[in-house]
Structure formats: structure tokens, C-alpha cells
């Protein structure tokens, strides 16, 4: 690194997945899949550690003292996710925070994107509709009718335009006649 070069950028410590290469559980091997796939997608830093490769005893240990085990379980599974020395959890963990849109939260890392926040669907006018009502009934006037959320709106007929539509009797429909391939 010469005078002229600007320092590296300080690269976010890698998310390391626990994993076993050699999982019998198809239900194991198909979460560590989808957490790779997903990690990869977002472009996270991952280090993916095979305990069950040799000469890893030392983090198939780390693994286990700070991931937490399921009911019945002797020791902890993979996968299992860590952001250094902090444990972040299990599939099923990643999995709720990748749906609720809170993934980068839950393995401790800034977020790329901001987080949609979901545009509100209420009437803004409906607080003051309902201001003018309290304060027309307060001094004793009729107040304007206003509907109630989810109930439909009622027009009040026109002169001289039915209630109801007349019902027409409809003849049936004629099949056309199809041209036979020949």
C-alpha cells in the first residue's frame, strides 16, 4: 500500500452458518441450502463452517456451547448462525426474520435497503368528519350523516329514476358452428 492508495474499505465481520456436510436429515440439508441461497441473494459476507469436515472439532464445539438446542435434542444442530462471538440462531430464527423483513436486525448487521413502511390506508379526512359531528351535535344541530367505515354509502334516488332495475328476459345464446379440421 503505497502513500498515494487509499486505506481498504473496513469490509462487515462475515456472518458465520455452521453447517454439517454430511447431514443424513434432508430437512437439515434443505435449511442449510436455503439460508445460503438467501444470504447470497442479499449479498451478505458468509463464512460457512462444515463441522463435520476434519480438524473443525474446535468450532463444532464453539457451535455448540453458544447455540441454543431444541427439546430432545442432545446438542445443537447446524445450521446455526453467529455474527463473531454473538450467537443469532437457528434456521427457524432466520427463517421468521427473513420474512418479517428484519433479517439484517437479526444477524446484527446494517441494513442496505430502508425498510418499507407500509403506506397508511385510513381516510385522512375521517377525524375531521367526525370532529364536525361532535360539535354540530353539541350545539344542538342535526349533523351530517356520515358513513361508517365498511358500511356502503347510500345515494338518495333521483326524480323520476327507477328503484330497481328492470329484469329482461334474455334469449339463450346460439352456439356457432365450428369449422371441422380437414
Known sequence: MGEGEPAPAATPPAIKIFISGNSG??????????ITMIMKSLG???????????????QRDFMRAGAKKKEGQRFALPPQLFNGEKYCGDYDDFDVANEDDELEEFLGIPRKTPK????????????EAENAEKVAAAE?????????????AE?????GSPTEAPIVDAAPAEEAPTEAAS
Open 25 to 34: 436429515s434432508k430437512e437439515i440439508s434443505t435449511s442449510q441450502q436455503k
Open 44 to 58: 451478505i459476507a458468509m463464512d460457512v463452517v462444515d463441522i463435520a469436515a476434519p480438524g473443525t472439532e474446535e
Open 116 to 127: 418499507a413502511v407500509p403506506a397508511k390506508p385510513e381516510d385522512e379526512t375521517k377525524p
Open 140 to 152: 344542538g344541530a342535526p349533523a351530517e350523516a356520515v358513513p361508517t367505515e365498511g358500511a356502503p
Open 155 to 159: 345515494a338518495a334516488p333521483t326524480e
